[in-house]
Each structure stands twice: as C-alpha cells, then as structure tokens.
C-alpha cells in the first residue's frame, strides 16, 4: 500500500512571508496528524484530525498557523507570516483504528 | 501519559544484537509501551508495543519487566540500516496522541 505522500520535500522562504505544506495519508485512514520537529529533537504534535474535524490543536500557534482536512482526506498546514523560529521538518501521519501511526518522509523548511 | 528514560545514545557493532533500554517507572496498569524509530531524514516508523508480555516480530523484540516499570527493545542482528534515533514512548490504551521524548540516537559501527 502507499505510504503518506507530503510535498513539497523541502522549503526556503524569508521570514514573514507564507508557506503552505500538503499531506495525502494513507487511503482509507480516518486520523491525521501534523508535527513538528526542530533539529535535535523529538516531533511535537501540532494538530490532530478525525476525519476532517479538529480533535486537538492545542499547541498550535494559532496566530501564524491554521490547517484545513476537506473532505476528510488531504490535508494542508499553512503558517502565514513565517519566523526564524519555525524552521523545522514538518511531519504528517495517518493512523487507522488500530495504534500505529505511519509517517511521511517529511517537509523541511528553512525560514532566512 | 508516563514519562520515559532513555540514554541519550549508544554504539553497538554490526551483526550483534542491540539492547535498547527504557525507564517508565511511572506506568499505570493501562498504559501500553510503544518503540518507533526515525532514519535520518526520514519520518518515525513504527516498531513494535507491548502491554506486559514479550513481544516479537520480524524487526524486533520488546522485554517488558514483570513489574513493567522498564523495558527493553532488542534488534536481534543489528545492521548498518538500524542506525537511528529510537524513541520508547507510553501512551493509555486508546489514546491517539503520541508524545516523543528525545529517544536514543543508535549508532551500529561496522
């Protein structure tokens, strides 16, 4: 089966400007996630999603970051303006009814 | 969710087995113990979980002590591929968020 499919692979943009990432989860897999994960550490939970409902996005900057799931299945995180801070490598998973989540190679963006 | 202890590395020579250790000493009695790994740049990948009995599949085992406060993932014959950061993480049964700690950044030497 295919894995999680996210573009673009890898960003650069200025700070202030805008950035938006895609992620296509595995078919079928009701549960979304997106990370984040700065050089040197573990990912840290941004959003979660149930079908295309937010289940939790309590560590979201919700000031610069927002995300959308239409229609339940791919799923795009923006942050507008971007700062030096945000540089990190932005992950998605999908997960079924069982446990495990599957990740996607990832989105690495550098803000200058 | 119980917190987890890992070192913060470990080398280990190619074609042993590798002990990968964890401390949850903080683990209730619904809390499950998940392993995932991430290849340099790539995304974590699921390994393996257990409650209290042993596990194993084709990647690894995972001892669980029988007080459960620890535990440990064996890669059986470890190859060059295995090098990674391995992340021990306890979650309650159901629960659907992960939380990732700094894991242990494995290094098999040839």
């Known amino acids: 089966e295919a894995g999680v499919a996210q573009s673009p692979r890898y960003k650069i943009i200025e700070k202030r400007q805008s950035v938006a990432f895609w992620c296509n989860p595995i078919?079928?897999?009701?549960?979304l996630y997106w990370y984040q994960q700065i050089l040197g550490q573990g990912p840290k939970l941004l959003i979660q999603f149930q079908n295309n409902g937010v289940v939790d996005d309590s560590q979201l900057p919700k000031d610069r970051f927002s995300a959308e799931r239409l229609k339940g299945v791919d799923s795009t995180l923006k942050i507008q303006p971007a700062k030096l801070e945000d540089s990190a490598v932005y992950l998605c998973a999908s997960r079924t009814i069982l446990y495990e989540q599957y990740f996607g190679p990832g989105t690495r963006l550098t803000v200058t | 969710d119980a917190k987890t202890t890992q070192p913060t590395s470990m080398d280990c020579a190619e074609g042993r087995a590798a002990n990968l250790p964890c401390n949850h000493s903080?683990?209730?009695?619904?809390?499950?113990v998940y392993w995932y790994r991430q290849i340099h740049s790539q995304g974590p990948q699921y390994i393996i979980h257990g409650l209290k009995n042993n596990e194993t599949n084709e990647m690894a085992s995972l001892i669980i002590t029988e007080d459960r406060k620890s535990s440990t993932l064996i890669l059986p014959h470890a190859t060059l591929r295995d090098t990674a950061v391995y992340y021990c993480i306890v979650i309650i049964q159901g629960a659907q968020k992960l939380v990732f700690g700094q894991g242990t950044r494995l290094t098999i030497n040839p």
């Open positions: 903080t683990i209730s009695g619904n809390e499950y």
């Open positions: 078919s079928g897999h009701a549960t």
